[in-house]
């Protein structure tokens, strides 16, 4: 039911996949800002859930605590700056959802198949509200696998290590580039092993290798790709 509705909109849907810290959140903001379509980061869907989680005491490795947390787990969706933005127990979660400890405890959740559905559906839901350009590990795989424009966005692991390490300098000041390296590691592992929807490339995806491009480059290349397919 929920795809006969979504095949009836208009509105369209950019994926942006690929693994933590190859330059999804720059590229896909860029390129939202450059269409003049809503910025969607899904990844913070699940870093919310882990914040909830944490702030109420339940444990991420429990799957029945889990299912029982995204059950009453009630986000309000706005639109702010060009993005599709959150209140959850009436706070815009924001900084918060980038501390250390998230990053620690989101992988388990993002990997509960009742959490999944849960946040898939607030991302269907999202198409109310405009075109939108999202950026995940499956939105081309699993949330809109229907979608014409599919990126799959990726980066050597060094690269990806630096590039995390200079954006949580604000953040956490006592993470050396080798942690941050090792955390993305056991994070892209649990990600991509995961049984449900795990991180990996759909077939009718582009795969843009930004190693060695600047940002300007990728925007370009994926907003010149989808206005050649509108
Ligand atoms: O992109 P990020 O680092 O903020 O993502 C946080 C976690 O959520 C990470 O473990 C990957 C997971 N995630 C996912 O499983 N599916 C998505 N569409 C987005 C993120």
């Known amino acids: 039911m929920i795809w006969e509705r979504l095949q009836n909109m208009t509105n369209k849907v950019v994926a942006i ?56 787990t009630a986000p309000e969706f706005f639109v702010c700056e060009g993005a599709v933005r959150f209140r959850l127990d009436g706070v815009v979660l924001d900084r918060e959802l980038r501390a250390e400890r998230i990053n620690r405890n989101v992988s388990p959740v993002a990997a509960d198949p009742t959490v999944r559905a849960r946040v898939t559906q607030w991302l269907h839901d999202m198409l109310l509200l405009g075109n939108l350009v999202m950026e995940g590990r499956d939105i081309g795989t699993a949330v809109f696998p229907a979608s014409r424009h599919k990126f799959y966005l990726d980066a050597s692991p060094e690269e990806r290590a630096r590039r995390r390490h200079a954006e949580m300098a604000d953040v956490e000041t006592d993470m ?35 190693t060695q491009m600047d940002i300007a480059g990728v925007v370009e290349f994926v907003v010149e790709h989808v206005k050649g397919v509108l």
């Not at 994070?187 to 995961?194: E, H, L, M, N």
Request: glycine content about 6%; proline content about 2%.
């Open 17 to 72: 996949d690929g693994p933590s810290a190859s330059g999804k959140s720059t590229v896909a903001r860029r390129v939202a800002d450059a269409l003049g379509w809503l910025y969607v980061d899904s990844g913070s869907l699940y870093r919310a859930v882990a914040w909830k989680a944490l702030k109420d005491g339940i444990d991420v490795q429990s799957s029945e605590a889990l299912a029982d947390l995204s059950a009453t």
């Open 176 to 210: 050396s580039v080798g942690d941050v390296h090792a955390s993305l590691n056991r994070r892209d592992t649990i990600d991509s092993r995961r049984m449900t929807a795990p991180l990996s490339v759909a077939d009718d995806a582009t795969i843009v290798d930004s």
